[in-house]
């Protein structure tokens, strides 16, 4: 039996996801190897195999990762692609549209996660003895709701885009953060309109999940990060400076926030959790 206050790999993943109010484990999110009797976790956002030698060499039980570390959380990773089709149709985006826009971002992403060598650093672990997982969606989750929520209570009657920027501003994570909260499409005083915080589904939406949102009278989009690829693509549809916004929350801030949730709640736990590697402090 664990010791009073002792948490196992499981019993940490099952509290990520009643944090999220998930009842299901989401493709992303993986146990590569277990750990019992947790008391010392090292939670980053990126780890690789020399974090792994450094957390063993300092005495940690487990390593956390955010993003996925191997195994099933890599294989499996465009299934979670499919939350976005949940977010397009929460807002009044048609079911099919939502759904042929999600297709297309698996179909780009298959190849590559079908090739990845998803042993990697799940063996690394494996040789060394340390405990290794990825919580990435239940995070995800929920920061955006964290967002979502945030945006809802602290936005007044017609509002425009530097508004909803600024209630942003009130979350820690962005203030804290070294990066800013970007305007990457539209203007700042532009009516906000129709919006939603497109988060928490693997990745961003890239081109296909904003269209289907433009196109299906969401005004401003809500991104935390983007590639130079796809926002030229956008900027060729919509306008560099047109009606339809997108804004950019920053990787690592947005990342954070659902990941400080979790580690307040184990450290309450008693768990000696230490962040690194992008992990905004607050
Ligand atoms: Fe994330
Ligand atoms: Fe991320």
Partial sequence: MALPGAMDTQDILDLSLALAKQSDIPADTTINVPAKDVRRALFGVDVDAADLVIAKEKGYDLVIAHHPTGGSAVLEFPKVLSKHADILTRHGVPAEVAASAVREMQEDREPRAHAENYDRLPSIARLLGI????????????????????????????????????????????????????????????????????????????????????????????????????????????????????????????????????????????????????????
């Fill in 131 to 282: 405990g290794l997982m990825c919580i990435h969606n239940p995070c995800d989750e929920i920061g955006r709701r964290v967002m979502d929520e945030t945006l809802r209570a602290g936005l007044r009657s017609s509002p425009r885009v530097r508004d909803a920027i600024d209630v942003l501003y009130s979350i820690p994570e962005f203030q804290a953060a070294k990066t800013r909260i970007v305007l990457r499409m539209g203007k700042i005083d532009n009516p906000l309109g129709k919006w939603a915080v497109h988060h928490g589904a693997g990745t961003n939406g890239g081109v296909p999940i904003a269209r289907a949102a433009y196109e299906h009278g969401i005004d401003t989009v809500f991104y935390i990060h983007i590639d130079a690829g796809a926002l030229r693509r956008l900027w060729e549809l919509y306008g560099r400076e047109g009606s339809k916004n997108l804004v950019v929350t920053g990787h690592l801030a947005s990342d954070s926030i659902g990941i400080n949730a979790l580690v307040r709640e184990l450290r309450a736990r008693r768990v000696r959790v230490d962040t690194y590697s992008g992990i905004v402090d607050v």
